[in-house]
Each structure stands twice: as C-alpha cells, then as structure tokens.
C-alpha cells in the first residue's frame, strides 16, 4: 500500500512539474507563434515530377486540347459553309484531320463528345460537298457538250464522247477517287438521255462513317498532300 501511495504521489509531482511542456508540445494544441515553425529547407523540396505526376498533368493538358477542339468543330458546324469548288477540299481536308484527331485521342475521357462532334460534322456538310461538286462539275463539261445530273448520291454524266466504251471508262477512272472520297454511291455514263449507258457502283463510306487514321504532324501534312493531288 505504502509503494502505491509513494509512486502515486511521484507521479503527481512529475506531471505538476512538466505540465508547462506538455502544453506546448501538445501535437493538437494551437500555435500563435511563428517560431514555432521551422522553414522547409529548400533541397527537401522535390524538382522533378514523379511519372504519376506527368502523367497527371499531360491529361490535363490532353482534355483541354480536346475540349478546344470539341468547340471547333460545334463552332463550324453552326457557321461553315461549302459553296464553291474550293470549299470541296478544304471540306475534306477537315474531315482528314478531325479523323486523325479523333484516333489521337481515343484514350481522352471526352472522346465520345468529340466522335459525336466528329460524325454531326460529317453528317452535315458531305452532302452540300456532293452538291457543290455536281454544280461545278455541270458548269464546268456544259463546254465540252456533256450534262451532269445528279440522283441521290449517284452522279450521271450525258454525253456524245460517251458513246466510246473506252470514254467512259476513261472518265470512271479519273473521277472514282474524287466521288468515292465525297461518299457517291454510284456513277453512270451515257449517250444520249434514252440510253442505257454503263455504271459503276462505288464502294463508298455512308456520310457518318469514320476514317481510321494515326499519324503525326508530319505524316498527316504529307497524306494530304498526297490526297489532294
């Protein structure tokens, strides 16, 4: 009983003693006083970011270009026009680069925002590009004596030159990669309006589809170049 007594009361003067330390070193206690916090050495700070880290910020930085963009092609579908033979490139350009855009960043978490973006974009303006080919197109062969009439999405070309097979087969062959690219689904040939002519059916991408393309800057600007050729 005697040593209970004896550390109980040792006990009690040790903490009447260091009752003003414990005070300040109370982890939950509040500090009014600045020096009590020592300044973060600079060399402990880290300068280079983790993997994690990058990886962080270069979704942050892939968002945002996707968000742009995303904007873009909203932005045009309001306000773009094709109205003249040239706004017929430039149309497919767009749809070039927005394709390759969209496998780019197939991995973004606002991809199906901007394949939706993407196919409303396409949806719209190839068929005021076949329009527009048609138009110029039947400007353009009324001097060589030839008339242009269109149907749906199959171009009809009528004419004296066409009562050559190897003519029509010579016009297929220099118009198939232009109409194929504006998504025709047929062209025909004949002699006069009466005839039975011959066709080809093309074996084209419905106006929503999408083109699988990857490349870099670099690559993309040489595929156009050579797409436009």
Known sequence: MKKVM????????FYSCNSHNRATSDPWSSHNNEKDFAPIPKDSIPTQKTETQTIYVQNIDT????????????????NYKVFY????????????IY???LSNYSQCKKYNDLKRAVVS???????????????HT?????EKNVDVSLYGKTIIFTGA???DNAN???????????????RFKGVWFRWYADDDGAGWGLYSLKDEDLIKLKYDKQELENYIKDYLK
């Open 63 to 78: 968002d945002r270009i996707v968000a742009n963009l995303i904007n873009e092609i909203n932005s045009n579908i309001k």
């Open 121 to 135: 974009f396409q949806k719209k303006f190839f068929p005021q590009a076949r329009r527009v080919y048609y138009e």
């Open 138 to 142: 039947k400007q353009v062969l009324w």
């Open 161 to 163: 030159i066409f009562a």
């Open 168 to 182: 029509k087969k010579d016009m297929y062959e220099g118009v198939k990669n232009t109409l194929t690219s504006l």
């Open 85 to 96: 033979s040239e706004d017929v490139d430039s149309f497919l350009v767009k749809v070039i």
């Open 6 to 13: 004896f550390l109980a009361i040792a006990l009690l003067i």
């Open 99 to 101: 394709n390759n855009d």
